[in-house]
């Protein structure tokens, strides 16, 4: 059983290393690409709609019960407040990270400067009105 295991692990390693590597496949960075697309453009926001319903249907649950009732309904509005602050919060600081600590190689991220390439002739017009 434990042999098999390791023959599928390593036939698995085999046909998936050029993915890794972008050796073999031209198309693999498109596809990486198209995998952060969906999971930024459409699960994260699902995630907070999903959360966002979550919260509404305890705020139904609590106006439309009566006794013991409302306070399952007041559980489920505080879950669903905990459920967006941790969304929220995990958001902004996966922002931060990809920001801050990795230079944000976004559209809108600065140049980094370099000495002796190209890297800041976009504003050597900026830099030499600034200096006095």
Request: hydrophobic share 55%; charged share 15%; glycine share 10%.
């Amino acid at each position: 059983m434990l042999n098999k295991i390791y023959k599928i692990i390593l036939s698995s390693v085999f046909v998936l290393f050029p993915v890794f590597s972008f050796a073999q496949l031209k198309e693999t960075g498109k596809l990486f690409w198209e995998a952060k697309y969906i999971v930024t453009d459409m699960l994260v926001p699902l995630a907070f709609i999903l959360a966002l319903l979550f919260f509404f249907w305890g705020i139904a649950k609590y106006i439309r019960s009566a006794g013991s009732e409302k306070d399952e309904g007041k559980k489920v509005m505080v879950w669903g407040i905990v459920a967006l602050f941790v969304m929220a919060s995990v958001w902004g600081l996966v922002a931060f990270l990809q920001g801050e600590l990795l230079g944000g190689s976004g559209p809108n991220s600065i140049p980094i400067p370099t000495i002796g390439g190209d890297g800041g002739a976009d504003n050597t017009e900026a830099w030499n009105a600034a200096s006095p």
